[in-house]
């Protein structure tokens, strides 16, 4: 199993510290603010409390935080993320889920790598899942997907055998610049949400056939 570090305490954070620590993950959970960090691992029994600022003590942290501080977190870590997997979740979209705030032809992902010391390898994942989705079991009994993107071939099968301990299915989508496409995935699904169904009970999935 692994070990995490889960920076920020909102749905994100604690949907996927609940899977983790189910999986036989341990869990460290870190926020800015102390007594909410501890309000969070007291919800989620085996979690551990970080400093915010202090080095992480996962292998893989996971960045589950507003894209708008995401870069600047990695930035603030600086060299205590040398030799750790960043697994960035994030969909950098605007306030008016129209487009996206990163710069043409760059994604999330990338810019939180530029903002990453050397030695510390960025993976996208988790951004097209829902967080009260990712809280289910499964979905009509299929497990949910988690797509990734990555330079990084080891620091890929890391976060695969992460995601398989938490019951889902990971997908390798390929290099770091496919995290491009799949933050378009995380803005359909916000229209998807807001115009088709008018809810965010789904997630997409990919079905292979025989």
């Given at each position: 199993?692994?070990?995490?570090?889960?920076?920020?305490?909102?749905?994100?954070?604690?949907?996927?510290?609940?899977?983790?620590?189910?999986?036989?993950?341990?869990?460290?959970?870190?926020?800015?603010?102390?007594?909410?960090?501890?309000?969070?691992?007291?919800?989620?029994?085996?979690?551990?409390?970080?400093?915010?600022?202090?080095?992480?003590?996962?292998?893989?942290?996971?960045?589950?935080?507003?894209?708008?501080?995401?870069?600047?977190?990695?930035?603030?870590?600086?060299?205590?993320?040398?030799?750790?997997?960043?697994?960035?979740?994030?969909?950098?979209?605007?306030?008016?889920?129209?487009?996206?705030?990163?710069?043409?032809?760059?994604?999330?992902?990338?810019?939180?790598?530029?903002?990453?010391?050397?030695?510390?390898?960025?993976?996208?994942?988790?951004?097209?899942?829902?967080?009260?989705?990712?809280?289910?079991?499964?979905?009509?009994?299929?497990?949910?997907?988690?797509?990734?993107?990555?330079?990084?071939?080891?620091?890929?099968?890391?976060?695969?055998?992460?995601?398989?301990?938490l019951g889902l299915?990971?997908?390798?989508?390929?290099?770091?610049?496919?995290?491009?496409?799949?933050?378009n995935v995380g803005?359909?699904?916000?229209?998807?949400?807001?115009?088709?169904?008018?809810?965010?009970?789904?997630?997409?999935?990919?079905?292979?056939?025989?």
């Open positions: 199993m692994s070990s995490i570090s889960i920076v920020g305490l909102g749905n994100m954070a604690s949907a996927l510290a609940g899977r983790a620590l189910a999986g036989g993950n341990a869990v460290e959970i870190i926020g800015r603010d102390p007594a909410k960090a501890k309000e969070a691992a007291a919800a989620l029994p085996g979690a551990t409390i970080g400093t915010a600022g202090a080095a992480p003590t996962g292998d893989i942290v996971i960045l589950a935080v507003p894209y708008a501080s995401a870069a600047a977190v990695v930035s603030e870590y600086g060299d205590a993320l040398h030799g750790k997997v960043i697994i960035d979740i994030t969909n950098p979209v605007n306030a008016d889920f129209t487009g996206f705030v990163t710069p043409d032809g760059s994604s999330g992902a990338q810019e939180i790598a530029k903002a990453a010391t050397a030695g510390a390898h960025v993976v996208k994942a988790f951004n097209t899942l829902f967080g009260h989705v990712l809280t289910a079991d499964s979905v009509k009994g299929r497990a949910l997907d988690v797509f990734l993107a990555g330079d990084d071939a080891r620091a890929k099968a890391r976060v695969s055998e992460f995601v398989e301990s299915r990971p997908l390798d989508a390929g290099q770091l610049p496919m995290a491009r496409a799949l933050e803005l359909m699904e916000l229209g998807l949400a807001a115009h088709a169904f008018k809810h965010a009970n789904f997630f997409l999935g990919v079905t292979v056939l025989s």
